[in-house]
């Protein structure tokens, strides 16, 4: 449960005077900061505008309440509020969601979107429905997930151009509910602890003849050897800075903090579902993955574990994705330029469709 | 005292245990140059395998090492043997001294130290013992001192610690369909390359303390395989004393995560072991490797496979003393014991490697009057009493020298570690409170001239209220059994908990006796239903009477007093709507005259030994009394209970 939340000063400050000098009457943007079960504190990293969708349109406007009106679709004119009604805001939720899912993507351990942030006038954020508000922060929580599926709020902060303040609101994803919720600024980015660490893995992963339904595709292979290693590490032991992390302690030393993570001997080797079948082929997933996570001041440390270890885990789901995104855009090049049908051709078909059993021959 | 020349031989073991087998052969004796002063007996074992077989005074070295290796507590080793047989005490003890230095090079590789050259003649009680200080005869010289230590235990565990480590291995193998001789060199290799892996530097080890005391967590340490010796220094004998200073983890000694204010002994290790718990982890984010991008590879097989796991589970327990330091402890004793157990379990999964498996699972034991506890490793494919099994465990039994009519090695002894409070049995939370082997303080019995016969050992008195269950009035059957059970685990047949109300009856709901409905009833159980679950809990079979009176009971007196005298169990007796324990009969076969010894299950009080006396809760009973009463109905059908005693391994 979120009580308090805290936003670095100087990020904060500097956002606000970036949206203040450039006149817009509105603009939504994602919330990076820090949320988790573990603190009822909640911490604002920085805020980043969406920019522009691929038409060229803002992701957020206003619209006008007078009836009939169209949506005035570039609402960059120095605002001119409708003479009655104040105007509403509408935000492109699948933008804003397709936003959130690339930036957290680029995202270290402890620092996740956390939500949206709202710059308009008093008038307007109020004249807004909050169901249109919570369906976009459900969306951005939908398309960038915390590793820690059951957590269920996000934050919603409003920046005000008239008068100038900030506001901040905890929405709770099942209701759509939204609470407010005390905001204070602070000096956070200066005193974030950083973990890093490298970790090394090996992962064997059998495929047997019979048993699977349907064709395995190399991504869903390689998809469960990564929830595999999820598993591994979830109950791995860490030490920091040499030191075996039992409790929530707080270290002495400075930051950055070395962690290693220590797993059953002999594990690395997976031992899948597999009894004795005949086997067509191994896949061997192995490599070094070096990952960061980021604790606010006085947070418990077992978080920043937790934090690292989720980090392993999705920066390898993220390679996998891009590489098989970047795949399958290759293919679909290949088939536009070239014409040639004929798409049983081995080299044709995009690999992460690969049938591995169409490979051994 | 024993002083630096090392003329004093002290036996801790009884010196029966020395004397036990009067066949002609060896017997080695074990001891702890490592942590106990020179020439400190702890036990002996009977060396088994000869080769040539007729000669027993040829060890048949590999096979008795095999053997040892497996059973043998690392910190512990071979100190000397004992010749049990006729000739020239020199001579015999030369060949003592000669077959131990060779046992030692066979089961540890171990070089030359003094060592006891014992001899013991097949008639007379009399060991002699010799001490030699090298290989040359010459140096062999009589020992003037022999000390038969009176508290053994104290010796031993005064200052000395367990450690524990258990590891699983599972090993992947692809073999190929059509190529399967390979399977066994492709198996054994992997299993070296895992041994040899145990020694990397990058594996680390996690060091805890017991489970027992969850509330001092900092104890546990993590040691990386690169601070230890990479090469166990065999010859070294010397203790490794931890430094005063704070220099790390390595130098911390095994007392920092041993209990100190337990005092450890053969009682408490049998109820709740308490080892320092070692797991072998290994170090996932070591910095040596070049940093390597991930790559997913697909090999596909070039000829038809199968994949078999090949499952290793260890369970390797070790002895030191509490000033070793916990590297050295590693390095010298844990890990070749993992490694050591590693191949044995090797030698016997890869013969049977493609047919079904053999399961094989390490465990532990104290059996009485051994000092220190030893390893056995069962295959459970078949059950306990399957032939092969049943053979090991004899073997096993003569080799310690144990009672071969007790069945003292059956996994449901093994020792248990760290057991936490929550799963308590009454037995471990309350043992020592309840009242033992009340009927040794009752009055006579009034019979002249009669032969008492009595049960053979200890037992709890088991009554209504007990333990704060109320079963007044239909319980006192279930009161009675609990009393058997105990009987069964104070003569060390059985180490289960006595079972309570609710667990009797869920036993017998499960074997189909009873409908499930049963459980949580007060219905009454008879002296059958009493056979089944004696059956089912303990493997106990039993006999049992019938009378159709109580009038007849006092015929089978003579039966009664066979029983004691040869069983020496326990007896229910359940007629009408009562079952009382039956402890002893006193019988004049000549007059006619007996009485029973009647433990009663129907008291409700306290365990307040007067009472119980003087209430009559335990005491002989005639059959009639002086005033013409009857304790037996007449009318009413009586069932006696005779449980056997299991003579068995």
Redesign the interface.
Known sequence: MVKTVIADDNQSKSAEDRLFQHGIPAQVGLVIGQLNRSSDRGFVYDLIPTPPTDGGGPACSLKSEAAGKDDKKKGSKSGKPSAELPASLVVDNDWVAEHARQVSRMLLGGMNVVGIYLWASEATFKATSPAVLSQAIKGVAQAAPFADNEFEERLLIHVSCSPRRWSCRVCTLASGGLQPCDFKMGKLLASLQAFRCTYNFEIRLPIPQSGILGIITFKDLICRGIANLAKDLQSAKALINGHLVTENVHTSSESPHDVQFLVPFNKHISTEACSSEEVVGLVVFSGAICAFAYMGPREPILQAISDLKSDIVSSLRSRLDIITDEAEEEVALSLDGGGVSGGDSLAEKSIHKLALREVRT | MEGETGRCVRVLCPKKSLLSSKNPGLRWLIGSPLFLPPFTVVSSFRCLHALPDDDPYSPDFAKEADEIRMLLLRGFNIIGALFVGDGNWEKCAWKAVEASSKMRKFLFGDGDCDLIGAVTDLITDDIHFFVSHSTNVESMEAVSTVVFEDNPETYVWEKGCLLRCE??????V?VP?DKTSDVAEIVSSLVDE?AA??RDPY??Y?VEGSNVDTDE??R???LHGMELDSKPDHSDSMLLKASMKESGAKDLACSHFHLKDKNISSSTIRENADAIQI?????????N?K???????????TE??????VNFKLDVLCYASEDFTIAAALSKLVIPGLIDQLNSIKKAVIPELLSQQPQLCPYHFLPPELLHPVTAIYDLRYGETEMKQGEMRRSLHSRLGLPLDRPLLRIANALSFGMKNTKDTHSVKYGSSLLKNVHTEVPTSGVSGGIISLIDGSYEYYHYLLYGFDDNGWGCAYRSLQTIISWYRLQQYASIGVPSHREIQQALVDMGDKEPSFVGSREWIGAIELSYVLDKLLGVSCKIINVRSGEELPEKCRELSIHFQTQGTPVMIGGGVLAYTLLGVDYNQASGDCAFLILDPHYTGNDDLKKIVNGGWCGWKKAIDSKGRNFFLKDKFYNLLLPQRPNMV
């Open positions: 590891l699983e291995l599972k090993l992947p692809f369909l895992a892996k145990l594996v680390a996690l967590l900092s546990s340490i993590v797991a072998v982890l290994s170090n996932q984010s070591r910095n490797c940093s390597a991008v991930p790559v997913a590879e697909y090999f596909p097989a038809y496979a199968r994949n078999l796991n």
